[in-house]
């Protein structure tokens, strides 16, 4: 999908005609409000423990590694990967971040995940 193409609203996983109710049911999971179509969040870029992190809904978190080196300059962009895809984000602060459960094993991220304030915030297209 180009970068130009609306992105709506959705949720990975939940078929369309429970969309509404089942977003409501997950902002009250997350003790967070569940906000108005156009005000719905569908992607954020935090900072946790000096990964810069990518969430968008129905994707992987991907991270970057901002810290500086030990030595001179600074060390290289390691790229990170979540394996849990982002079915919902919620305002904060703090920011929720809510994603499916992994089929086997559990994950090392608290579900829901809690972001402080994102440094950068892109609502649905609507």
Not at 35 to 48: A, G, M, Q, S
Not at 73 to 101: D, K, W, Y
């Amino acid at each position: 999908m180009a970068s130009s193409d609306p992105v709506y609203f959705h949720l990975p996983g939940i078929p369309a005609e429970d969309w509404e109710t089942s977003y409501a049911a997950l902002a009250a999971a997350c003790g967070a409000e569940a906000l108005p179509p156009d005000r719905r969040i569908r992607k954020i870029v935090f900072i946790h423990d000096g990964v810069e992190w990518t969430a968008e809904v129905g994707r992987r978190r991907q991270g970057v590694d901002v810290r500086p080196a030990r030595s001179r300059g600074r060390r290289p962009a390691q790229q990170s990967m979540s394996g849990n895809t982002i079915v919902a984000i919620f305002a904060g602060p703090p920011c929720h971040l809510l994603f499916e459960e992994p089929r086997e094993g559990r994950t090392a991220w608290a579900n829901p995940q809690y972001c402080g304030e994102p440094s950068k915030v892109t609502l649905f297209d609507t």
